[in-house]
């Protein structure tokens, strides 16, 4: 199965639809009126369906076994056709859409079989998605012009050439995915006040993200948050505690992190952990979505 591990949990709606064609008018009549030999054809497909839900990664190979947290199977008749409608949700890191495509298959399987005593021409037609709805592709916002970043790698050891910088890389992988223009990239060491220079500078450049990675741990040269809290003038709490949440279900160590986040007149500033699977993880949590920020900044406009 494809790896998921990255992803988080978001709300995931779909909606699917089947279509059951009958070829004469008395056996839409013997479903309406419940003379089906077999049973009420509407309950057991529906039941039927609702088994077939929740047992999809059963039968299907790299479907992830996930919890159904909702379902709804409604049918429709017009004509000579049953239009049978699947809405599945659930809170987990990926969608559900072949369950809902597969519980309305079990749905139109179950009334082929309880109706071909009375009609021998069934077919079932159209088996296809409607709609899905959650995810990181519902998330997407696009800019223009694009949105600018700048970003901080803060530590002694990779400013005096001792390591190599990975961190910051991921960093700037992530925000290219997300079509985020690069407008500078620095190696600075712990240092408060230089820190507190080059986001100052970038401020005033109207960068539009200063992301700065090190330094939020507890050690005595991680300063960071130290000298970035004070020229804050909006902090946004849920930006950490979303890494912080995130990290926390991957690594206990999570819980160290002194990550802080907030807004210098219109530039975001985030502080990200030094380590290479820290950054990364953290920018899986924040994004895309953080992006919406500018969003409701502009009014809506961008």
């Not at 909606?15 to 008018?25: L, Y």
């Not at 089906?36 to 039927?48: C, L, Q, S």
């Given at each position: ?85 699947t809405e599945i949700h659930t809170i987990y890191k990926t969608g559900v ?109 109207g960068v539009n993200m200063v992301l700065i990675t090190g330094g939020t ?86």
């Amino acid at each position: 199965m494809v790896n998921i591990t990255a992803k988080a949990n978001t709300l995931r709606k779909a909606i699917a639809q089947a279509e059951v064609k009958v070829s004469r008018i008395e056996t839409i009549q013997a479903i309406q009126e419940n003379k089906v030999p077999k049973g009420n054809v509407f309950e057991m497909a529906k039941t039927a369906g609702l088994f077939a839900a929740k047992k999809t990664s059963d039968v299907i190979p790299d479907c992830h076994p996930l919890p159904i947290e909702y379902t709804s199977i409604s049918f429709e008749i017009k004509n000579l056709t049953i239009y049978i409608t699947t809405e599945i949700h659930t809170i987990y890191k990926t969608g559900v859409e072949v369950e809902a495509m597969h519980a309305s298959s079990v749905v139109a399987l179950t009334m082929y079989d309880m109706l071909k005593p009375v009609d021998k021409n069934i077919e079932i037609q159209n088996i296809r998605l409607v709609e899905k709805k959650g995810g990181k592709s519902d998330r997407k916002e696009t800019f223009n012009p694009p949105l600018t970043a700048s970003v901080i790698v803060c530590s002694d050891s990779i400013s005096q050439g001792k390591k190599e910088d990975r961190a910051g890389k991921v960093i700037i992988e992530k925000l290219e995915n997300c079509e985020v223009e690069i407008s500078d990239y620095i190696i600075i060491p712990d240092e408060v006040t230089e820190i507190q220079n080059q986001i100052k500078k970038y401020t005033e450049q109207g960068v539009n993200m200063v992301l700065i990675t090190g330094g939020t741990g507890l050690s005595q040269r991680d300063v960071t948050p130290e000298a970035v809290k004070p020229l804050l003038e909006k902090e946004i709490p849920g930006v950490a505690e979303a890494m912080r949440a995130y990290g926390q279900d991957r690594t206990p160590l999570a819980m160290l992190s002194r990550s802080v986040a907030g807004l210098i007149q219109e530039t975001l500033v985030v502080t990200l952990p030094g380590s290479t699977n820290g950054a990364k993880e953290s920018m899986e949590a924040l994004f895309p979505s953080l992006l919406h920020l500018f969003k409701i900044r502009n009014g809506g406009q961008h």
